[in-house]
Structures are given as structure tokens and as C-alpha cells.
């Protein structure tokens, strides 16, 4: 165990709050336009009247609270931290973050107030970071604005979202709160905040709620982000910590006759890390456990992720696993994202096992454990994969897409006296009751790892793959995507009107064969939106799905369609059992869907356009 946090004297933040003094509006524009960090912002310009009120320009207040605002994507932060990307420009600047890192303080020592019925003090929050290259600027930013709440801090430096969430927990550090700086996958150039308390992380409501109280206090201040903290954050090794935590899983789960301390001796994991946070898991875990790494793939954290995409869904770092693998004859390749909040593994025999295969996989190990549990996924997986929970005693919840959404299911489904074991949702976000419904890639390679040793010491020799063989796959399966064609402001609206109308069309029987789905314990005829119990979760985004037959009342196959949370865009998903079938489905949703609505005039539909004329992409 790392040394502990108690033996550390915490540096407490200014909790008074900063005061600026005025100065004329001529003078504060020139030096709004001098703005280092946001040159391109609109200002707000202050004038006083003669009875002393001050009046703002509401149309630039408006516009400056919108840029905040716009950088909630469902129960995260993300934007654009550095220029490189065309067509977008930075959006996540430090004074963005430090007002939205202050607001986050506030909201916390509320609710604690609320929750302890009292004052409180010493409020601490830690900060870990992915190897981004905007991230120590932006550290500056949550520091100050985390101090100005009056929140003491502590810096964990290179870390992993899962271990930002842990270290609320895991004593001697239990701290109040977390915060974790990454935009997982997405290009160098974007950064973002993920936010944690002891309860978990924080729902789409609740950043909704911190986002605008940071947009109020972003649009009336005009002053750089202050860099010198009289109270810098103490620096602490929790990392250390976390891992051990993850050893200490495995040695006890395994407990191996022969050598309890070394319990992957003799097995040959390879770790690719995407130049992420995960090589911690190959040196201070694996090496640890006794394992030989030999061949594992870019370890070194590099925040230009150089070799490519750090994602357990890039075919890219998939092939490069699968190579190393097979070159290595080793018997498991592990894939984190950047912030090893999701995984991805490749099975001895050199097969890829991610989205349907990889919830496949960890049902049946969860399924071992608790026979008849009930497993939450979103409303993207194969008809396949229902059969295969429900082959092996479990039984299936479908639900909205999005992995928040898909983990408070499973924690309301608990709560409802449903016993839920494993909520996972197709990116390879998934999480189990026993690890306090956390999203950890790397506990999740944990689970794999104790039951890949446990098939060895019971005399298996055919790997972790052999728990899906019987696992069909659909026959066709797509994902197109169509730009919503607006001002960004504006582009949440014009994505919810285009989800109403295809609900509109099905229910009307406008588009022939096409019915809305319906999957037992909530309705995707809702839009996998209204919840069967008491208090129905939040919608963050509208989408529906729809069983799709011919005119012999054949099932052809089904379509989802979905607003993107990140993005302005609809994401379209399609599988069929039938051979041309996704075609088939597209063609109609094209013709009687988009053109005859209208609904083409505010979206960009060439790809489905190209797929419709083609029956492929490229």
C-alpha cells in the first residue's frame, strides 16, 4: 500500500471568493480581446444606469452561457481543448473549466451540507488526468476554480477513471469527490471532465444543473484563470494504491494452491495501453501477479496517441493486439481506451472479443457466479445474445443506449428487488453490482483473468474464447449516421423532432411492416424511455427501435435510431438475419422515412443515401 494520505498536511484553497475591481467597458473589451485562452469568445459588456443597476447586453450573455452549456455531453464534459481540428474550434478553455471545476466544488459541499444536515470543512477532492497534452493547463484551471469553493485538493497526476472514482472509497484516501480530466477515445485535441462522489458518478442532471450555474459565472467574468495558488494541491501516489486493490482481487479470488502471491505464473498476458493511462495494469498488476508481459504494445503514456486510436472498438488497435498475440502464442491481449474505463480482449486462438462477445463473455462468468441474474444492455445488441443469456438461465434487460443509462438501470433494477449482476453497454462500457456499479476496463479484465486461471487449475486447456463458441452472430449489421444540418444551439432540437417523426410514422403505419419494439421490463415503443418502476430515470437523449417485417410477416430484422449525446448527429443502427436485408431496410427508411417527411431538409443523409444505393460503406 502507498503511503497514506494521513500522514500528508492538505493545503486548504482560498474559500473566500476572488473579487475583480471594475473598469470601464472600453478598457474591458481590449482586454477581453488580448484573451489569451479565448480570443475568439464574445464579451459581455457591463453598463451601470444612473439608479445603479447594472444591465447586460442579453443576447452576448446568452451566447457566452450557451458555450457552456454546450460542452454537457449526457454526464460528462467534453469540447475541444487545443486547435487542429477543422471546422470545430476551442471550446474548452481554462477559464471554462475553472468556472465549471468551482461550481462542481459548490455543488459538492451543498450537498453534503444537505446530506450531514450541517456546515461543513475540509472538503477534499482529488484530480486524476489521461496523458492528454492539454491537460496541465487545464489542471491549473480545476485547481483554481475547485479552490475558490473552498475545496482542498489533491493532484493524482497520470490516472485512470476508475481510479478516480476508488479513491472516494479507498481509505486511508476516501476523498469527498473526484474528478477525472479525459475525453477517452476522441482525437488529442479534445479533453473533458468525468465527475465522482462517493455514491458514483454524477447523472446527466446533476452536470446539467453544475453546467449552468458555471455558464452564470463564466458570462460575468472577465479574468484569466488565476495561476498562482497560494494553496497548491498536494500530490499523492494513489495509483500505487489501486493497483494493489486489483492485486489483492486476484490473489484471493484465485487463491492457487501452490503459489497464492504469483497466481499468473506461467500464463502470457500482452497489454495493449493506445498510449493511454492502462500501462500501470502491466507493470504494477500483471508483472506483479507473476505474468509475462513480453510483447505487450505501447505502455508509455503519449497524450498524440502516435500509434492509434487508444479504443477497444479501433479495428486498428484490434489487429495490432491480435498479432501479438498469435507472434507471442500467448494465451490473453488485453485492450484498454484511454482512461481505462472500457476494455476489450483477444482470446489465445488470436479472436477479437468485443461488443456483443465481449457482454457475451462476461455473462457467462457472471452468470457462473449467480445463477439466473438479470442482465442490462443497451438496445444495440443482437437478438443473438439474448438467446445466449437466456440459454444459460439469465435473463435480458434491454434499455435506453448510453452507459449511464444503461448502469442506473441496473442499479433501479436492484433497488426494485431485481437481481442485477452486470450492466453492459456495446462500447464496451461495463460494470458489476460487486464493484459498486462501476464502468472499470480493468476490473473487467480482472474478472476474464480469475476465471481464464481457474479453467487451467480445473484441467481446461481451451482458453477464455471457448465460453462464447456457441454465440451466433446476426448477418448483417450496420451503423450509418446523419448530420443534423443546424446552428449547434439549435441542433438537440432539430435531432429530438427528426426521433418524433420516425415515431410518428411507425405509429401512424406509414411505413409498412414497421413496428415499435417492445422488450419486456421497459418499452422501446417508449423509446426506451419510460421505466416500469416508480420513479423513471431522466431522458438524455430520444431514440426508438423497430421491428422490421415483410409483407409475408417475416421478421426481417430491426432498426434503432438514436440522438448522438456528443454530437450533432442521429446514429442509425441496423441488423438483419436476412441476406440484403439492412439494404432493404435502409431504402425504405430513405424513401418513405426522410424524403417523404421533409425531415432530408435539416440532415446530411448521404450515407444513407450510399448505403441504400450500394449495400455497403467505402
Known amino acids: 500500500m502507498a503511503s497514506t494520505s494521513t500522514s500528508l498536511i492538505p493545503l486548504r484553497g482560498h474559500g473566500r471568493k476572488a473579487s475583480f475591481s471594475s473598469s470601464p467597458a472600453k478598457t474591458a473589451l481590449k482586454k477581453a480581446l488580448r484573451f489569451s485562452f479565448s480570443s475568439k469568445s464574445s464579451v459581455v459588456i457591463c453598463v451601470k444606469s444612473s439608479s445603479g443597476a447594472v444591465k447586460y447586453n442579453e443576447v452576448v450573455v446568452d451566447e457566452e452561457m450557451d458555450k457552456i452549456r454546450r460542452l454537457q455531453n449526457g454526464s460528462d464534459v467534453r469540447g475541444v481543448a487545443l486547435e487542429g481540428e477543422k471546422g470545430r474550434t476551442v471550446d474548452l478553455t481554462p477559464p471554462a473549466v475553472e468556472a465549471i471545476a468551482e461550481s462542481f466544488g459548490e455543488w459538492i459541499i451543498k450537498a453534503l451540507e444537505k446530506e450531514r444536515g450541517r456546515p461543513v470543512e475540509d472538503v477534499t477532492v482529488s484530480l486524476g488526468k489521461d496523458p492528454r497534452i492539454s491537460g496541465a493547463s487545464l489542471s491549473v484551471a480545476v485547481f483554481a476554480g475547485l479552490a475558490r469553493a473552498g475545496c482542498l485538493t489533491f493532484e493524482m497526476g497520470l490516472a485512470t477513471t476508475p481510479a478516480c472514482f476508488i479513491s472516494t472509497l479507498l481509505p486511508p484516501f476516501a476523498y469527498d469527490a473526484s474528478i477525472m480530466m479525459t475525453a477517452s477515445h476522441l482525437p488529442y485535441t479534445r479533453n473533458g471532465l468525468k465527475f465522482f462522489t462517493k455514491k458514483g458518478g454524477l447523472t446527466s442532471p446533476e452536470v446539467e444543473e453544475i453546467c449552468d450555474e458555471a455558464a452564470r459565472k463564466y458570462a460575468n467574468r472577465l479574468t484569466k484563470v488565476s495561476t498562482m495558488l497560494n494553496s497548491p494541491p498536494k500530490k499523492v501516489d494513489f495509483m500505487r494504491a489501486y493497483a494493489k486493490h486489483l492485486q489483492d482481487i486476484i490473489k484471493e479470488r484465485v487463491n492457487h494452491p501452490i503459489h497464492y502471491d504469483t497466481p499468473l505464473k506461467g500464463f502470457q498476458i500482452i497489454v495493449n495501453a493506445g498510449n493511454g493511462s492502462g500501462g500501470f495494469f502491466t507493470w504494477d498488476v500483471l508483472d506483479q501477479l507473476g505474468a509475462d508481459t513480453f510483447g505487450s504494445l505501447h505502455l508509455n503514456p503519449n497524450g498524440m496517441f502516435p500509434n492509434h486510436i487508444p479504443n477497444p472498438e479501433d479495428k486498428t488497435a484490434m489487429a495490432l493486439t491480435r498479432a501479438a498475440v498469435l507472434e507471442n502464442t500467448a494465451d490473453l491481449?488485453?485492450?484498454?481506451?484511454?482512461?481505462?474505463?472500457r476494455s476489450g480482449v483477444v482470446d489465445n486462438n488470436g479472436n477479437p472479443i468485443?461488443?456483443?462477445?465481449?457482454?457475451?463473455?462476461?455473462?457467462?462468468?457472471v452468470l457462473k457466479e449467480h445463477p439466473g441474474t438479470t442482465i442490462v444492455t443497451d438496445a444495440r445488441t443482437?437478438?443473438?445474445?439474448?438467446?445466449?443469456i437466456t440459454d444459460r438461465g439469465g435473463h435480458h434487460c434491454l434499455y435506453r443506449v448510453g452507459y449511464r443509462n444503461v448502469i442506473d438501470k441496473g442499479v433501479h433494477l436492484n433497488q426494485d428487488g431485481v437481481e442485477t449482476h452486470l450492466m453492459m453497454e456495446t462500447s464496451g462500457h461495463g460494470a458489476l453490482k460487486e464493484n459498486y456499479f462501476l464502468d472499470d476496463g480493468a476490473y473487467m479484465v480482472v474478472k476474464i483473468i480469475i476465471e481464464m486461471v481457474r479453467m487451467t487449475l480445473e484441467g481446461s486447456d481451451?482458453?477464455?474464447?471457448?465460453?462464447?463458441?456457441d454465440l451466433e452472430e446476426p448477418l448483417e449489421s450496420i451503423e450509418l449516421r446523419m448530420n443534423i444540418i443546424s446552428e449547434p444551439k439549435y441542433a438537440k432540437a432539430r435531432g429530438r423532432e427528426v426521433i418524433e417523426a420516425f415515431r410518428s410514422y411507425i405509429e401512424e403505419c406509414q411505413l409498412k411492416g414497421w413496428e415499435l419494439d417492445a422488450c419486456g421490463d421497459c418499452w422501446v415503443s417508449e423509446g426506451c424511455l419510460v421505466d416500469s418502476n416508480d420513479s423513471p430515470a431522466a431522458i438524455d437523449a430520444h431514440m426508438y427501435r423497430a421491428k422490421v417485417s415483410n409483407e409475408k410477416n417475416d421478421e426481417i430484422g430491426w432498426v434503432h435510431i438514436r440522438q448522438s449525446i456528443h454530437n450533432p448527429n442521429i446514429a442509425i443502427n441496423m441488423q438483419s438475419s436476412v441476406p440484403g436485408g439492412c439494404q432493404?431496410?435502409?431504402?425504405?427508411?430513405?424513401?418513405?422515412?426522410?424524403?417523404?417527411?421533409?425531415?432530408?431538409k435539416i440532415?446530411?443523409?448521404?450515407?444513407?443515401?450510399?448505403?441504400?444505393?450500394?449495400?455497403?460503406?467505402?
Open 603 to 618: 440532415l446530411d443523409f448521404s450515407q444513407v443515401d450510399k448505403y441504400a444505393k450500394l449495400g455497403k460503406m467505402g
Open 354 to 365: 468485443n461488443g456483443d462477445k465481449l457482454i457475451a463473455l462476461m455473462s457467462a462468468v
Open 382 to 388: 443482437s437478438m443473438e445474445l439474448t438467446r445466449f
Open 333 to 341: 491481449g488485453i485492450v484498454f481506451d484511454t482512461d481505462v474505463d
Open 462 to 469: 481451451e482458453g477464455i474464447g471457448s465460453l462464447i463458441k
Open 584 to 600: 432493404l431496410m435502409t431504402k425504405v427508411f430513405r424513401d418513405k422515412f426522410l424524403l417523404a417527411s421533409g425531415m432530408d
